[in-house]
């Protein structure tokens, strides 16, 4: 929101600034959680199930689906630098794209045709949210180097 508001008022570089600040505050949103998950290992997911082999499978996914949602911090910080610059259209564009051609044949493929299961879907989220946090980075920085140059002018 406060890049959104630098860049109503013109302040390309102050807007730039807190999109900055705020992908360190979504890291830390999501790390003290993560890292409170990863320590509690199978004993905290005993606290969800009574079968000690419940909580042993579901700890085989629990790493991965923490690391699936590391570069959704980007993809969430870029989307929202876009849309506080009015630019909803390419956030929809880039999310449908990646639904569409990465995540839905890469779950298909890797979850049920590799048969990965559970794993593989979370590794089809995983290259989802990379590939949605490129997309979203690259029209960011296209949006932030016309900003500059209707600047300078």
Known sequence: MLAGHEAGAGHRAAAERWRSIGIRLLLIVYAAPAALVLLGGTALLGLFTASAEVATLAWQVVPLALLSLAPMVWAMAYGSFLRAHGDT???MIANVAGD????????WLLGLTFGFGLPGIYAAWTAFTIMLALLLRIRAMSLAARGSAEAAR
């Open 89 to 91: 259209r390419s956030v």
């Open 100 to 107: 569409y051609l990465v995540l839905i044949p890469l779950s």
